[in-house]
């Protein structure tokens, strides 16, 4: 099995690059991320866990901003997404088969499920970009992968870490949900969004250190 993990620290640094060219940008996805986190969590409780639909109705939102966030940092590149924000749910879609993929291979064993999360890693960037199918964005990023699965794994991670720091700090110490109340839900939701949206602009990063030469990067990063 060939890998090459060597892009994941030029990856962290371009993604960080990407957030701090377009602030505004991010500042809206980051607030819409969490305000979206929040809701479906109050009304969750609200219906006494029964939430299924509240959550469908989540990750379509979230899909949107990862659309729009997508189109923005490809933009910021020089390159114009074929997808259109209006077409957000065919991402949704995709992101529910590849969510399929990495279960089974979690429920078979941990590894496999690990690898095809980063074999896939790229595919709702290379969708929003191309707009060429699911299954062939699916492809692709498996194809484009290859090699470099070690960094996107390496970067996936790392981002979903910072997603999930919250919920481990509320497990680790469950009396704080309790003292702080709402105060606590706003505030994981805002440290949540920070993993998320950073994790679309890291795909957009990956990808683009990807394709791009050496010397190219070179003159990114100076």
Do not use: C, K
């Not at 979230?62 to 957000?88: D, H, K, P, Y």
């Not at 590894?111 to 969708?127: E, Q």
């Amino acid at each position: 099995m060939q890998y090459d993990a060597r892009l994941l620290v030029p990856t962290l640094r371009r993604t960080w690059d990407m957030a701090v060219a377009m602030p505004g940008t991010v500042l809206v996805a980051w607030l819409a991320t969490a305000t979206a986190g929040v809701a479906s969590d109050v009304a969750i409780e609200r219906m006494g866990g029964n939430g299924s639909g509240i959550l469908i109705v989540y990750g379509i939102a979230i899909t949107f901003v990862q659309v729009w966030i997508t189109r923005e940092a490809l933009a910021q590149a020089g390159i114009a997404a074929a997808m259109s924000a209006a077409n957000s749910l065919s991402v949704y879609l995709q992101g529910l088969l590849v969510g399929l993929g990495v279960l089974l291979g979690l429920v078979l064993l941990i590894l496999p499920g690990l690898y095809v999360f980063a074999r896939w890693y790229l595919a709702g960037a290379l969708l929003v970009r191309d707009e060429g199918g699911r299954r062939a964005a699916m492809q692709r990023s498996w194809d484009m992968l290859a090699v470099h699965w070690p960094a996107a794994l390496g970067v996936g991670l790392i981002l979903f870490a910072l997603s999930v720091a919250p919920l481990a700090v509320e497990l680790a110490a469950p009396a704080l949900a309790f003292e702080y109340g709402f105060g606590w839900l706003v505030a994981t939701n805002l440290a949540e969004a920070i993993g998320v949206v950073g994790s679309y602009l890291a795909a957009v990063a990956l990808l683009l250190n990807i394709e791009q030469p050496a010397s190219t990067l070179q003159e990114i990063f100076g």
